[in-house]
């Protein structure tokens, strides 16, 4: 088993948050989510009339009722944050007992229309009688249970009326037995800007509810291993988790390509399994991953496996190069954020990404003694860096995302730009002025093609329009730039910190707060709308520690350690991160560093000077 084995504790609800009796509706489903909500009045049936059902607003467990013919008990508990793992209930009811269940990631929508793509997660169970417990055979992850218990249906109740009538009902316990991916070491951030530090908790746990035997985007609606949305979580790991397992299986499991080389966007699951469509800019994501763990472990023979298929990936591009050297038309569903970016025609944003796995193709295959692959990647880096300057305008000072029938449209987006600067297309002398506009708070807007900010989810009247073609422009494309959403959001700061502006970074990861309210302690979806623990969104966890701390592998496998803090307004600031060969360990506090590292030292300070340290403890000025 190349990864370790899931573990987790027993986890109790925060509160019991409702405890109410209400007349046994006419079931109109077998499915226990579906009778969750009619019982309750949730599904937009008319309520229980006024008068017929009893609530408790306080109550703790063990919960006590009467089993009564004709009426329903609903029993709610809320974990007070998302848990992940395997849903426990001891109850103590009559044979025949029916306990529905329903686990919701979200507290209940009065708005039946709002819910539609709400998980409709759950299960029964059928009491033995006396005392039992439920044991969930699968993993969920949740924050709210509904259980629902009655009699049971028609053909398991019995004919005892007597006894029913006088049954009681004991529900003494509701846990989770959390089922997650361990974290080892000694890892961790702090500053003196506490905010930050829940940021970075919260960036390590989203990634940890979304790491069972492979990264998946969410643990509620889909658990899938995308292969796009896994370089996130890889890159969190590689720096908060001593354990490197999952980081190296999201490189085995995603080399899983097509006949024609492309990967499929999911893995190990049904899409894979079905074919067809894919998103052709996740193959690219997943390039960038197999760079990033040899710059960390520094294994190249495990990089080496993975080169044919790096190769054929940038080779399936190659069918979409126009003249100019930039891709275009590319088939198949081009995603590369759920922000509105346009990818039609000419796109600078797929050329950007693309170029990017080229020059790390290049790195790879020059370590790996195959100069002729570097030097083919190398040409058509070039080439693309040439037919990227269509897209310039210079008097705005940034790169347009597309070129159609040979205009140049004039809609611009952070994940375009970025994009152009961590692939090196951008000429360097560029990207200060780039990195100015697209980060100007006047200018910044969010925008998503299928986002529904009113009901906090998916757009179905926008996902149509997007089927066929269409993108409704509702923003200022001559002056605003469409901010990327919280997953390209990693690229975006990639940019912002190969620019010198690390510092930004302590003011844009802030933004991630407006998911740490009501108890939540994840990241979600996107700005406004989505799951509220996905994996994608995890970046502040990664970027406080690489870009703001500045601790960065050097040379592959960190045989050098590259140190370049970025502080800005903070006075004090500290952490350490897994190495292969023992943690790297640096706390600054005003100009002063102290660092603490098994292996040699490029420390870069923030006037740009470098100088070279040998292994061990130095204090330092890094002004």
Same mark, same amino acid.
């Given at each position: 088993?190349?990864?370790?084995?899931?573990?987790?504790?027993?986890?109790?609800?925060?509160?019991?948050?409702?405890?109410?009796?209400?007349?046994?509706?006419?079931?109109?489903?077998?499915?226990?989510?579906?009778?969750?909500?009619?019982?309750?009045?949730?599904?937009?049936?008319?309520?229980?009339?006024?008068?017929?059902?009893?609530?408790?607003?306080?109550?703790?467990?063990?919960?006590?009722?009467?089993?009564?013919?004709?009426?329903?008990?609903?029993?709610?508990?809320?974990?007070?944050?998302?848990?992940?793992?395997?849903?426990?209930?001891?109850?103590?009811?009559?044979?025949?007992?029916?306990?529905?269940?329903?686990?919701?990631?979200?507290?209940?929508?009065?708005?039946?229309?709002?819910?539609?793509?709400?998980?409709?997660?759950?299960?029964?169970?059928?009491?033995?009688?006396?005392?039992?417990?439920?044991?969930?055979?699968?993993?969920?992850?949740?924050?709210?249970?509904?259980?629902?218990?009655?009699?049971?249906?028609?053909?398991?109740?019995?004919?005892?009326?007597?006894?029913?009538?006088?049954?009681?009902?004991?529900?003494?316990?509701?846990?989770?037995?959390?089922?997650?991916?361990?974290?080892?070491?000694?890892?961790?951030?702090?500053?003196?800007?506490?905010?930050?530090?829940?940021?970075?908790?919260?960036?390590?746990?989203?990634?940890?509810?979304?790491?069972?035997?492979?990264?998946?985007?969410?643990? !509620?609606?889909?658990?899938?291993?995308?292969?796009?949305?896994?370089?996130?979580?890889?890159?969190?790991?590689?720096? !908060?988790?001593?354990?490197?397992?999952?980081?190296?299986?999201?490189?085995?499991?995603?080399?899983?390509?097509?006949?024609?080389?492309?990967?499929?966007?999911?893995?190990?699951?049904?899409?894979?399994?079905?074919?067809?469509?894919?998103?052709?800019?996740?193959?690219?994501?997943?390039?960038?991953?197999?760079?990033?763990?040899?710059?960390?472990?520094?294994?190249?023979?495990?990089?080496?496996?993975?080169?044919?298929?790096?190769?054929?990936?940038?080779?399936?591009?190659?069918?979409?190069?126009?003249?100019?050297?930039?891709?275009?038309?590319?088939?198949?569903?081009?995603?590369?954020?759920?922000?509105?970016?346009?990818?039609?025609?000419?796109?600078?944003?797929? !050329?950007?990404?693309?170029?990017?796995?080229?020059?790390?193709?290049?790195?790879?295959?020059?370590?790996?003694?195959?100069?002729?692959?570097?030097?083919?990647?190398?040409?058509?880096?070039?080439?693309?860096?040439?037919?990227?300057?269509?897209?310039?305008?210079?008097?705005?000072?940034?790169?347009?995302?597309?070129?159609?029938?040979?205009?140049?449209?004039?809609?611009?987006?952070?994940?375009?730009?970025?994009?152009?600067?961590?692939?090196?297309?951008?000429?360097?002398?560029?990207?200060?002025?780039?990195?100015?506009?697209?980060?100007?708070?006047?200018?910044?807007?969010?925008?998503?093609?299928?986002?529904?900010?009113?009901?906090?989810?998916?757009?179905?009247?926008?996902?149509?329009?997007?089927?066929?073609?269409?993108?409704?422009?509702?923003?200022?494309?001559?002056?605003?730039?469409?901010?990327?959403?919280?997953?390209?959001?990693?690229?975006?700061?990639?940019?912002?910190?190969?620019?010198?502006?690390?510092?930004?970074?302590?003011?844009?990861?802030?933004?991630?707060?407006?998911?740490?309210?009501?108890?939540?302690?994840?990241?979600?979806?996107?700005?406004?709308?989505?799951?509220?623990?996905?994996?994608?969104?995890?970046?502040?966890?990664?970027?406080?520690?690489?870009?703001?701390?500045?601790?960065?592998?050097?040379?592959?496998?960190?045989?050098?350690?590259?140190?370049?803090?970025?502080?800005?307004?903070?006075?004090?600031?500290?952490?350490?991160?897994?190495?292969?060969?023992?943690?790297?360990?640096?706390?600054?506090?005003?100009?002063?560093?102290?660092?603490?590292?098994?292996?040699?030292?490029?420390?870069?300070?923030?006037?740009?000077?470098?100088?070279?340290?040998?292994?061990?403890?130095?204090?330092?000025?890094?002004?």
């Amino acid at each position: 088993r190349g990864i370790s084995h899931l573990v987790g504790e027993r986890v109790s609800p925060a509160r019991v948050s409702a405890v109410s009796s209400h007349p046994a509706p006419a079931w109109s489903s077998d499915h226990p989510v579906p009778r969750v909500l009619q019982a309750v009045g949730q599904d937009g049936a008319a309520r229980p009339a006024a008068g017929t059902a009893t609530s408790t607003d306080a109550a703790e467990l063990p919960v006590r009722f009467p089993l009564e013919r004709g009426r329903v008990q609903h029993l709610a508990v809320d974990f007070g944050r998302i848990v992940v793992g395997f849903v426990e209930v001891d109850v103590d009811a009559p044979a025949g007992t029916a306990v529905e269940l329903h686990y919701r990631e979200k507290a209940l929508r009065a708005d039946p229309a709002a819910a539609q793509l709400d998980p409709a997660t759950g299960a029964r169970y059928v009491c033995a009688g006396g005392k039992g417990t439920f044991e969930a055979l699968e993993v969920n992850g949740l924050r709210h249970l509904h259980l629902v218990v009655h009699a049971g249906d028609a053909d398991q109740q019995g004919d005892d009326e007597v006894q029913v009538a006088e049954a009681e009902v004991t529900i003494s316990r509701v846990q989770v037995r959390e089922h997650l991916y361990p974290r080892t070491g000694g890892a961790y951030f702090t500053s003196s800007d506490p905010v930050l530090e829940i940021l970075y908790r919260a960036g390590v746990r989203t990634v940890q509810a979304n790491s069972l035997d492979a990264y998946t985007d969410c643990p !509620t609606r889909e658990q899938r291993a995308w292969v796009g949305d896994g370089v996130v979580h890889q890159q969190v790991d590689l720096v !908060t988790n001593a354990d490197w397992g999952l980081a190296a299986n999201f490189v085995e499991l995603g080399d899983s390509p097509r006949p024609d080389g492309i990967l499929p966007m999911v893995v190990a699951g049904e899409v894979e399994a079905g074919g067809g469509l894919t998103i052709p800019d996740w193959s690219l994501s997943w390039t960038h991953g197999v760079h990033v763990l040899h710059r960390h472990d520094g294994d190249l023979e495990r990089a080496r496996t993975h080169l044919p298929t790096v190769e054929r990936i940038l080779r399936w591009y190659t069918t979409y190069l126009d003249q100019r050297g930039t891709i275009a038309e590319v088939p198949e569903w081009n995603l590369v954020d759920w922000s509105s970016i346009h990818l039609s025609g000419r796109s600078a944003a797929l !050329t950007g990404l693309w170029a990017r796995s080229l020059a790390e193709f290049a790195e790879l295959s020059e370590a790996a003694g195959n100069p002729g692959s570097a030097a083919w990647a190398r040409a058509l880096h070039a080439a693309a860096a040439d037919g990227l300057e269509d897209f310039w305008d210079e008097q705005r000072g940034v790169y347009v995302d597309h070129v159609v029938d040979g205009q140049r449209r004039p809609a611009v987006s952070q994940a375009t730009n970025a994009a152009v600067i961590v692939s090196g297309l951008a000429p360097r002398e560029r990207w200060a002025r780039i990195v100015e506009r697209i980060t100007d708070p006047e200018r910044v807007v969010v925008r998503s093609w299928i986002g529904d900010y009113d009901t906090a989810g998916y757009s179905f009247a926008k996902m149509a329009e997007q089927s066929r073609g269409v993108q409704r422009i509702d923003w200022d494309v001559e002056q605003q730039v469409v901010r990327a959403e919280p997953y390209f959001s990693h690229v975006v700061h990639d940019a912002v910190a190969a620019a010198g502006r690390g510092e930004l970074l302590i003011d844009l990861v802030r933004d991630w707060e407006q998911f740490l309210v009501e108890g939540y302690d994840t990241f979600g979806e996107c700005w406004g709308w989505g799951t509220p623990v996905h994996g994608w969104s995890s970046t502040p966890a990664r970027d406080l520690i690489t870009h703001v701390l500045g601790i960065t592998p050097d040379l592959p496998g960190y045989a050098r350690v590259r140190i370049a803090p970025r502080p800005g307004r903070l006075h004090e600031i500290a952490g350490a991160v897994p190495t292969p060969h023992g943690p790297v360990e640096v706390r600054i506090s005003g100009a002063g560093a102290r660092i603490d590292s098994p292996v040699p030292i490029l420390l870069v300070a923030q006037d740009g000077a470098e100088s070279e340290l040998p292994a061990g403890q130095h204090e330092v000025d890094v002004r």
